[in-house]
């Protein structure tokens, strides 16, 4: 008898752990290759929101709930219990990059720039090319007064995506028009 219960001590879904984020760097990659020659903003946007129906497409279900919760918390403008939902999502998939993406936005609408730019960082860390974390990192920058270092933030962002808004942020370097 006491061997039978072994199994189960090991299938019960209180001791799964976060399961890995799904491949989608072939996918990412010819979205961001159509995106930098897209030739109006309307194609730019469609393509845009494939890339953010890839980054939000959580791990698992617990993930996508937790995910869910926290946006929509967002949403109603509950901050603290979005943040606090998405550290729990953090927690429990730390490889999952827009889990910190979400959460940066979180504390950005607070204006608690320092804890937006570490999740943003972490975001970025996992996936470079996320344009939404690159553009948010440039505006938490200018958010904490750091104009001049939210540039090269913005010019990723802009370099993947021509016609992002964050655009009109943008310095031209002397001499150089953009």
Known sequence: MRYFLIPLLFAGPAWAD??????????????LSQLKVAPDPGIAQ???????EIWLMAPDDKAQGL????????RLGDLDRAIETLTELINYCPDYAEGYNQRAFAHYLK?????????????LAILPEHIGALSGKGLTLIGMGRAAAAQDALRAAVDLHPWLSERALLVDP???EL
């Open 111 to 123: 204006q608690d720039f320092a804890p937006a730019l570490t999740d943003l960082d972490s975001a």
């Open 18 to 31: 976060c399961p890995p984020v799904a491949d989608t760097g072939a996918e990412r990659a010819a979205l």
């Open 67 to 74: 995910l869910d919760r926290g946006v929509e918390r967002m």
């Open 174 to 176: 002397p001499g150089q």
């Open 46 to 52: 469609g393509l845009n929101a494939q890339l953010w």
